[in-house]
């Protein structure tokens, strides 16, 4: 019963638990980042413009912080750097697009704000492309 209320970080839990945190919230933001790729690539540019930078900028800012930089996160590369697009967009989304909405519409959207800052505090952990690369970020 001791260990369930231990304070102490194990480092392999630390390590594992932001491998899962990673691959879960980049291969979700996968399936919001797809579909945008996919728009943008076959040319339709129906996008909500929230900054007033203009459909076609806002799809494909949306498309390279959820899809590329999404794959980054998973992979661990770069980590800190690939969740601040991340970050940007889910608080646009939360805070601008979603702004008026009643907390359950803007719910997703915090949980992957917070799950970004969460990576961008911590990094990637041990088991990532930037440990490989012994960059340790």
Known sequence: MRKVFQTRLSPLATNVGLLLLRLSAGGFMLTHGYPKLQRLLSGEMRFGDPLGLGPEVSLVLAVFAEFFCS????????????VIPLIVTMSVAAFIA????????????????????????????????DQLLGRRK
Do not use: C, Q, W
């Open 71 to 82: 794959i980054l996160v998973m992979l661990g590369i770069g980590t800190r750097l690939a």
């Open 98 to 129: 979603h702004g008026d909405d009643p907390f359950g519409r803007k719910e997703l959207a915090l949980m992957y704000l917070v799950s970004y800052v969460v990576l961008l505090l911590n990094g990637s952990g041990k088991f990532s492309v």
